[in-house]
């Protein structure tokens, strides 16, 4: 995609399959960075009120108005710069509690703890046999969901070149591996912990259900005041770090492939920076309202990343690496995958599944949880429906079973038809050079197939992003 010169990760979509489905696929994009963002302001927030004896909405309203106004005056360029010193605080500011929190009286060694149960069950854990299709699809849905998001992909595009972009990808997991350990090590600390052997007291956070906050209780309780701080700083730049990235890419996105793209094309630069401007500001006075107001916040980011794991990646997969994929199929894979997903149920937003799959059960509130990995089965079928929806379409087109006027998308006859017609009328234009156009052989034939089923115009079009460019300006 670099080497393309994308600028946002629709531009393949709305090159390939038209507008109309770039702005489809922009939907389950922008719920993705809208509610992760919000997700994060609230969870930033219930960490500052533990540390610090403050009112949450005012410490998600601080925090999201210097996320906002940062990226709002300096773009790409602020975002990248304060990533950097926010990544030094976070690595700087866990791992300096880390020792701290182990070297706590109350604490158990966690080599003992990981194995042998002493205050609770050994903090290792089991996956019960049950539940191992469960962890492979979750296992799936975030590494390979994790690709199709514009916050990637907008350091994948603005990197100096393509092989940049790569040993970048390749640093950046390796960065991941190392920023998880003390996350994971605060964790296993907190389950080491004798809990009544501190001021938190009794009963343990696993028993009053505050497991999810354990890394703001540990700094709180198993550390120094000042080495406390220093962890609320990293909890702090890990969160605006994310959120402004999110809210960077939902601006961009919707600035370039919705407003640009499908509304006003000769849109100057200025004019464009001004809409990125108005959308930041926009998008971050969204997020943080559902992050004080949305109760099931949490819920709508599961429901919506699962939505770019099962909608957007199969759909990059096929405008990148299958060959003749169109609008029908992709509509028909998006619809799929989306129906899918929403019949499965979804226990955070208390959405009971339409499709009971084999091992499902009901939890505590009687919402039924599936075993079977439902999500993975609707990507895969996305995925596929893609595929066979558009050689089915296009057979039809092309044999002449349908007529071209049922081509009411533009995306078999019209389109090809008007590329074929295109390379032979453009070598007038003046901003065309003569040896970037592909050869075009005079067709003597007035049959359906040979008019439509022009080979050069398929290699032409996957090859030759000059020529698109020009057809859509």
């Not at 389950?28 to 533990?50: H, N, R």
């Not at 009328?425 to 052989?441: G, Q, R, Y």
């Amino acid at each position: 995609m670099r080497s393309k010169g994308y600028v946002t990760m629709l531009d393949p979509f709305q090159q390939i399959y038209g507008k109309r489905m770039g702005g489809l696929l922009f939907i389950p994009a922008l719920m993705g960075e809208m509610f992760w963002a919000a997700a994060i302001f609230s969870a930033l927030g219930a960490t500052i009120s533990v540390i610090i004896d403050i009112n949450i909405n005012i410490s998600v309203i601080v925090s999201a108005l210097i996320a906002t106004m940062y990226t709002l005056v300096g773009g790409l360029y602020s975002v990248a710069y304060t990533d950097v010193v926010q990544l030094f605080c976070i690595f700087l500011g866990l791992w300096i509690s880390v020792p701290f929190a182990m070297s706590h009286p109350a604490v158990t060694d966690i080599g003992f703890t990981a194995v042998h149960q002493v205050h609770q069950a050994p903090w290792l854990g089991s996956i019960n046999s049950l539940d191992i299709y469960t962890w492979l699809d979750n296992f799936l849905l975030l590494t390979l969901g994790g690709i199709p998001w514009q916050a990637y992909f907008q350091r994948v595009l603005s990197s100096s070149s393509a092989t940049y972009a790569q040993v970048l990808s390749f640093l950046a997991a390796f960065g991941c591996l190392v920023m998880a350990l003390p996350a994971i090590l605060i964790g296993a600390i907190g389950a080491s912990t004798a809990w009544n052997q501190t001021e938190y007291g009794v009963p343990d956070p696993m028993t009053k259900k505050e497991a999810d906050m354990i890394l703001p209780i540990v700094l709180q309780y198993l550390c120094p005041v000042y080495i406390s701080f220093f962890g609320l700083g990293a909890v702090s730049a890990a969160v605006m770090s994310s959120a402004d990235s999110s809210i960077l890419s939902a601006s961009s996105m919707f600035a370039r492939n919705i407003y640009q793209l499908s509304f006003r094309q000769n849109a100057s630069d200025r004019e464009i920076v001004w809409v990125m401007r108005i959308t930041v500001f926009l998008f971050g006075a969204s997020a943080t309202a559902m992050a004080l107001l949305a109760s099931s916040v949490y819920g709508l980011w599961y429901l919506s990343s699962d939505l770019v794991y099962i909608i957007i990646f199969p759909q990059l997969l096929c405008v990148l690496f299958i060959k003749g994929t169109n609008t029908y199929g992709a509509i028909a894979g998006y619809l799929f995958g989306l129906v899918l997903r929403i019949t499965g149920g979804e226990p955070y937003l208390y959405l009971q599944p339409l499709i009971y799959y084999p091992g499902c059960y009901p939890d505590e509130n009687n919402i039924y949880i599936q075993r079977f990995p439902f999500k993975t089965l609707a990507m895969l079928t996305s995925f596929f429906t893609n595929i066979i929806v558009s050689y089915i379409a296009k057979y039809l087109f092309e044999s002449g079973t349908l007529p071209p006027k049922l081509d009411f998308l533009d995306a078999v006859v019209a389109r090809y038809s008007r590329e074929h017609m295109d390379k032979a009328t453009l070598v007038k234009s003046d901003n065309i050079v003569l040896n970037e156009l592909a050869p075009v052989n005079p067709r003597h034939s007035l049959t359906l197939t040979s008019t439509f089923t022009n080979k050069e115009a398929f290699n032409y079009v996957d090859s030759s992003p000059e020529l698109s460019n020009t057809e859509d300006n």
